[in-house]
């Protein structure tokens, strides 16, 4: 595709399920960001990859949130055992190295 | 750590007016620094951003931005305002040498009146 797709684009959730969001980024983008945007917020920075160095996972709020890269493909970001602070609009943005960032139209997850 | 304060969190204005969305940052080391535009129901996309060099950056439809380094400042523009600028708009940083993560202001909601 021509842009970064995320899916689903709407998930709800009973409190204390887990919950899995996909990041499909740009064809040849290598490096690839989590973002979460909480109501009335700015984004906050969750977790960045770049090819296969070591994850940058210093804006995970908890060790309930962990993520997943396949290469320089989908990625994944699972929360487990979620809580109703989680209820947020999850972003992925893709880019070259030290390029512009490209995001996703991202999935909002309400948490019940 | 790098932090960034968008001053107004709404901004109503009516069409053809000029307008100055704040922006402004702390940071101990030099950044890059950017802005972004969500409009309803679509994703982030870049607006213009400041890498090096001339202060003032000219962006996409008609915005431009000016780097104040004395006051950690980096104010949007635009001297005439249509509706289809109505939007939320984020300012952002990141530090040069970093892995490109953006530091995200809490965004000022632009809302243009006819």
């Known amino acids: 595709g021509a842009g970064v797709s995320q899916s689903p684009s709407n998930k709800v959730t009973e409190k204390g399920k887990d919950v899995e969001l996909r990041c499909d980024p740009i064809?040849?983008?290598?490096?690839l960001y989590w973002y979460r945007q909480r109501l009335g917020q700015g984004l906050e920075f969750l977790i960045y990859f770049q090819g296969n160095s070591a994850p940058d996972k210093s804006g995970l709020p908890s060790d309930r949130f962990s993520a997943e890269r396949t290469g320089e493909s989908v990625s994944t970001l699972t929360i487990q055992r979620t809580q109703q602070e989680d209820s947020a609009v999850y972003l992925c943005?893709?880019?070259?190295?030290?390029?512009?960032?490209?995001f996703g139209p991202g999935t909002r997850l309400t948490v019940l | 750590a790098q932090s960034v304060t968008q001053l107004d969190s709404q901004v109503p204005v009516f069409e053809e007016a000029p307008v100055e969305l704040r922006c402004n940052y702390s940071s101990s080391v030099s950044v890059y620094l950017f802005w972004y535009v969500q409009y309803p129901n679509q994703g982030l996309q870049l607006l213009l951003k400041y890498l090096s060099g001339s202060t003032l950056v000219k962006g996409i439809n008609g915005f431009e931005a000016e780097f104040n380094k004395s006051q950690t400042s980096f104010h949007l523009r635009k001297p005439s305002v249509h509706i289809s600028d109505t939007a939320e708009y984020f300012c952002?940083?990141?530090?040069?040498?970093?892995?490109?993560?953006?530091?995200f202001g809490q965004g000022t909601t632009l809302q243009v009146k006819p």
């Open positions: 064809s040849g983008h290598t490096a």
């Open positions: 952002a940083v990141s530090r040069p040498s970093n892995t490109g993560k953006l530091i």
């Open positions: 943005a893709s880019s070259l190295v030290g390029g512009e960032q490209f």
